[in-house]
């Protein structure tokens, strides 16, 4: 991916490239996609608790009985998570730190929610699932919020350091006229990253659901996951935000 080009032909690649802005770019990276790994598993073993719970067999009455329940709580969960969104957004903007706990703390109460609904019985999936996608959602978008604060940083000070270059050797050919001009490469690479190492982890749910069938026994993973992905949150974020 081309960061600028000079009148020499000179290309620089953001994951090749090198300065201090660039580190912080790798960094950001390497702890985020193991964030992502985390994220991917969980879903993946608490969309097999929600499953169990629901008791799939070839039926069509109880096919449509899931996809109902299923795509109920999606609906609901989304409605009545924009509440949530919009207060988390606030804190987002003032407080990054309290952002990411309050964020981590959701989504591991939604997963939680998730995996438990194979204990309940069926009439209380739709209560359980909900609260879990409710939650699960606003965690999502909130870490999307933070993705773009990231690549909004990183692009400004991308852009700085090319600028400063080009006034130390004078060539006007490699200044960057807006802090836009490499907004769409980085956010490409982030987006790169975050899907493979969120496949990653759903390779790894799947793994994890097939060696610890019980759901019960899997509960007790959830705990662990919040803690390996606030860590890994706080590292990815540690000089840039």
């Not at 090749?16 to 702890?31: D, I, N, Q």
């Amino acid at each position: 991916m081309k960061l600028y080009e000079t009148n020499k032909n000179k290309k620089m690649n953001i994951l090749r490239g090198s300065g201090k802005t660039v580190k912080k770019l790798h960094k950001y990276l390497m702890w985020n996609c193991v964030t992502n790994i985390v994220c991917g598993t969980e879903v993946v073993v608490s969309t097999h608790s929600m499953l169990g719970a629901l008791s799939i067999d070839n039926h069509n009455s109880d096919l449509y009985s899931v996809t109902s329940n299923l795509m109920g709580k999606e609906i609901i969960g989304q409605v009545l998570g924009i509440p949530i969104i919009n207060k988390l957004s606030k804190i987002g903007d003032s407080n990054t730190k309290r952002f990411i706990l309050i964020n981590t703390i959701l989504f591991e109460v939604s997963n939680l929610l998730e995996c438990s609904t194979s204990l309940f019985d069926k009439s209380y999936f739709i209560y359980l699932a909900t609260l879990g996608n409710i939650g699960k959602g606003a965690a999502f978008i909130g870490m999307g919020g933070i993705n773009a604060k990231v690549i909004n940083r990183i692009s400004n000070e991308m852009s700085d350091e090319i600028n400063k270059k080009a006034d130390i050797e004078n060539n006007l050919d490699i200044k960057v006229k807006t802090v836009t001009d490499n907004v769409c490469n980085i956010y490409s690479t982030v987006s790169v990253c975050t899907s493979l190492s969120y496949s990653i982890g759903m390779i790894i749910g799947l793994c994890i659901v097939k060696v610890i069938p019980c759901h019960q026994t899997r509960l007790g993973l959830i705990p662990l996951f919040g803690v390996i992905k606030y860590y890994t949150t706080m590292k990815s974020l540690d000089g840039i935000i």
